[in-house]
């Protein structure tokens, strides 16, 4: 097998367990995470103004529920690989734009969004494909890109719920910066429980 067939197989694995009863359980486990972020999207967004607004991986809105509300919900757009997950959030969070996409293939032109962000997403990416997810997030934004991630200084495999390869730490930060070296990191920070995380480190990034 070719490395790129091999790299192509690990991505779709990893698709097929998001696409799955895996993915499914993970809403039902979930469904309330969203709940405590409300201070943190109000700052975000007040700090940063944005007019169009983009989530990679955004399960059933734990962060768009927020976002909609401080923007008009046509200019909200989630894609996730879980149909389950864009259903539900068709009906939590009425009017924003749910599409089914893989994050390593967006269906949007380039510089469509001021803002594109992932937050829990890049985890769950293999190798081989983080650096194609960081691209089209990139490609997609006009202005800022924002990354919300478990954080470690050299790439390491936490265990996950029994399955293979499935999540990772990274130091996220650095390897944006050292693939799109023009990116200006404008602000980062932790964000705890009080703010409705699991201690996940966040990265706001302005293009040139
Ligand atoms: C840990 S959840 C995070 C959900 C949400 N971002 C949040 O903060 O509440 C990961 C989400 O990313 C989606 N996902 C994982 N890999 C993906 C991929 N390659 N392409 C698109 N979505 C993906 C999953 O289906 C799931 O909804």
């Given at each position: ?113 001021d ?27 006009r202005r800022y ?62 293009k040139?």
């Amino acid at each position: 097998m070719s490395n790129d067939s091999r790299s192509a197989a690990e991505a779709k694995r990893l698709e097929q367990l998001w696409s799955g009863e895996f993915g499914n359980a993970y809403i039902e486990r979930n469904r309330t995470a969203g709940e405590h972020r409300a201070a943190f999207w109000a700052a975000t967004l007040a700090a940063f103004p944005v007019q169009r607004i983009l989530e990679v991986g955004c399960n059933l809105g734990g962060n768009l529920q927020h976002i909609a509300s401080q923007l008009p919900p046509e200019q909200v757009y989630g894609i996730d690989i879980n149909q389950q997950a864009l259903l539900e959030l068709h009906r939590l969070v009425p009017g924003v734009n749910a599409l089914y996409s893989p994050a390593r293939e967006l269906p949007f032109r380039d510089r469509w969004f001021d803002l594109v962000f992932t937050m829990g997403v890049l985890i769950h990416q293999p190798e081989t494909t983080l650096p194609l997810v960081m691209a089209e997030i990139v490609r997609c934004s006009r202005r800022y890109v924002l990354c919300g991630e478990y954080y470690a200084e050299q790439t390491t495999e936490i265990s996950y719920r029994g399955e293979h390869a499935a999540l990772f730490k990274r130091d996220y930060g650095r390897i944006y910066q050292e693939l799109f070296p023009d990116l200006q990191l404008r602000q980062t920070g932790l964000l705890g429980r009080d703010e409705g995380w699991d201690d996940v480190t966040y990265w706001l990034f302005e293009k040139p």
